[in-house]
T-cell receptor
Framework: DAKTTQPTSMDCAEGRAANLPCNHSTISGNEYVYWYRQIHSQGPQYIIH???NNETNEMASLIITEDRKSSTLILPHATLRDTAVYYC??????????????FGTGTRLTIIP | NAGVTQTPKFRILKIGQSMTLQCTQD?????MYWYRQDPGMGLKLIYYSVGAGITDKGEVPNGYNVSRSTTEDFPLRLELAAPSQTSVYFCATVDRGRSLYGYTFGSGTRLTVV
């Protein structure tokens, strides 16, 4: 699976949009981009995923560049409860037998009141 | 639905003791995983299972054993606890037969070996 690079930490003011970048320059054609977050030692929580097109759900938006080498997770109106570590993961969905998520150290997002 | 249930939530073991971390899911998911997370680090895969009766090693399997006799349960066994196994352990599941949704994680077991 492709490796990802994320900033170690970021701050965002409450109520503003939080934009979390992720580089995955070695991503291959069948690999999806997933985002998870982990709030204070709880189990990670799935946020969103995408392949080529931009995606939006009730939690966030995912913007993937046309060359797929980077992506941005957007939390449109950040609240204090969004303070967490955010993990960007790329994973192939075709290799079912060996599919497993590989977590890096993520981005620690702190929402400032 | 309870989702993924892990027990116990906390445990202190002495070096050399054994224990089993329990993981149960009621979502009928076929894939199950065990991860460990050391302080300030990301999650590392210990073992995984693609269905009842099938298990395979992950990135850090040494010192652990698993079994998968039913779809619902995926226990993780520590035979001879060592201080290096002090960590938070997470169980996760996913249904490979569905469309592309993410994994569901349990709330974790915090283990200290002294």
């Amino acid at each position: 699976d492709a490796k990802t690079t994320q900033p170690t930490s970021m701050d965002c003011a409450e109520g503003r949009a939080a934009n979390l970048p992720c580089n995955h320059s070695t991503i291959s054609g069948n690999e999806y981009v997933y985002w998870y977050r982990q709030i204070h030692s709880q189990g990670p929580q799935y946020i969103i995923h995408g392949l080529k097109n931009n995606e939006t759900n009730e939690m966030a938006s995912l913007i993937i560049t046309e060359d797929r080498k980077s992506s941005t997770l957007i939390l449109p109106h950040a609240t204090l409860r969004d303070t967490a570590v955010y993990y960007c993961i790329v994973n192939s969905r075709s290799n079912f037998g060996n599919e497993k998520l590989t977590f890096g150290t993520g981005t620690r997002l702190t929402i400032i009141p | 639905n309870a989702g993924v249930t892990q027990t116990p939530k906390f445990r202190i073991l002495k070096i050399g003791q054994s224990m089993t971390l329990q993981c149960t899911q009621d979502m009928n998911h076929n894939y199950m995983y065990w991860y460990r997370q050391d302080p300030g680090m990301g999650l590392k895969l210990i073992y995984y299972s693609v269905g009842a009766g099938i298990t395979d090693k992950g990135e850090v399997p040494n010192g652990y054993n698993v079994s998968r006799s039913t779809t619902e349960d995926f226990p993780l066994r520590l035979e001879l606890a060592a201080p290096s196994q002090t960590s938070v352990y997470f169980c996760a599941t996913v249904d490979r037969g569905r469309s592309l949704y993410g994994y569901t994680f349990g709330s974790g077991t915090r283990l200290t070996v002294v």
